[in-house]
């Protein structure tokens, strides 16, 4: 297991079952884990979190792009609106950040954002989009179920890097970046409501 700066955060026990020898084993001793039901289509991964800590871990099982998740991880390291990664194993596991409260598509299904909720998730949604973009780094793979908004905290959380880009050849425009992101976000959850609605 590699471990990476933020590694110092976790709790120390915490910290000891992911260095030991079998961290599965280990760290189910002391916490509880759900696995994240999976969509009725094909996930690249399986999603285990745990239950009363605000840790995750993604097993990745698609061999092909999986070390990319990691590096977008790194990208963007320290910026509030990512998770954390904690630890990594190359190509197979991520120990990351558990993103608090739920994702969009099932707050709008429940029909539970307020106007001013709504108003503050497009805004820290922006300032997420904008700080990736200062750092090259692009999400081109919108869903819903990938942004999480904590109704306690009002904080917003993007998960699933695997489907971001780091470009190395050009620098990315941040306000353009912004400008596309809210219009993407926009139309998606319009369409959403609209296919609820239906
Ligand atoms: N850091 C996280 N915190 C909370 N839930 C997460 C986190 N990462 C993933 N999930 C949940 O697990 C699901 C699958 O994870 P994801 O990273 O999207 O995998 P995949 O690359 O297979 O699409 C997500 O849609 C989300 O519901
Ligand atoms: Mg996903």
């Known amino acids: 297991m590699e471990i990476t700066s933020n590694f ?19 760290l189910t001793t002391l916490l509880d884990f759900e696995r994240v039901p999976s969509p009725p289509f094909e996930h690249r991964s399986h999603v285990f979190k745990a239950i009363n800590d605000s840790i995750a871990i993604k097993l990745f099982t698609d061999r092909s792009k999986n070390g990319h998740d990691i590096k977008i991880h790194e990208a963007l390291s320290g910026i509030p609106y990512y998770p954390d990664m904690y630890a990594y194993i190359d190509k197979q596991v991520i120990i ?14 429940k029909q539970k954002i307020s106007k001013g909720e709504l108003e503050s998730i497009r805004e820290q949604y922006s300032e997420a989009v904008k700080l990736a973009a ?6 081109w793979d919108f869903k819903l179920e990938h942004i999480f908004w904590d109704q306690k905290t009002k904080k917003l959380m993007k998960v699933d890097l695997g489907g971001y880009d780091l470009y190395t050849d050009f620098q990315l425009d941040p306000e353009n970046q912004v400008a596309r992101g809210l219009e993407v976000l926009n139309r998606e ?3 959403y409501l609209k296919y609820l609605n239906n």
């Open 8 to 26: 110092k955060k976790l709790k120390s026990e915490i910290q000891q079952a992911i260095l030991s020898e079998e961290y599965w084993p280990a």
């Open 189 to 191: 959850m319009k369409r």
């Open 134 to 139: 200062e750092r090259n780094v692009e999400d």
């Open 96 to 109: 990351i950040e558990k993103a608090s409260g739920e994702a969009l598509n099932g707050l709008l299904k």
